[in-house]
């Protein structure tokens, strides 16, 4: 017996076909994946091209939008080289959780001495606090990320 299923149809804006054929032979996709690109605001080959394959675009070297970073990464390099503590201070959000495992990986890999704590939503509240500050400080922590 087949589930209840709502009766949605997927309802396309009306594109000119010859610009969805366009697009869909200049990136090789089918005509319904450019035309998706296309209600997206996607309408030119080089910028479906940079959504399609985002490890091609040329970032901007990082020192230039966060001044702050090479302090940061010669922080996190001391700590290595002295095996000192690191601690990160994550989040429980979609975001945070991903970003503390990514950070807490990466970290391991370069052999850092490092450990992490997310904060309860419920005792905690949001973001970093004073009870964490301390039990880092407590368990030999030389820099916390957060």
Do not use: K
Not at 56 to 68: G, I, N
Not at 72 to 89: F, G, W
């Amino acid at each position: 017996m087949r589930p209840n299923l709502p009766n949605q149809r997927w309802i396309l804006a009306d594109l000119p076909e010859a610009e969805i054929q366009s697009l869909a032979e200049s990136l090789n996709v089918s005509p319904l994946i450019a035309q998706i690109l296309m209600e997206r605001g996607l309408e030119s080959p080089e910028a479906a091209r940079i959504f399609l394959e985002p490890d091609s675009l040329e970032l901007p070297p990082p020192l230039q939008d966060f001044p702050d970073l090479a302090i940061s990464l010669d922080l996190i390099v001391e700590m290595i080289e002295t095996e000192r503590a690191i601690a990160i201070c994550g989040d429980y959000d979609a975001d945070g959780m991903t970003s503390t495992a990514l950070l807490l990986r990466a970290l391991g890999r370069l052999g850092a001495n490092v450990d992490y704590a997310i904060p309860s939503r419920m005792s905690d509240g949001y973001g970093i606090n004073s009870r964490l500050v301390n039990e880092f400080a407590e368990a030999g922590v030389g820099l916390i990320i957060t």
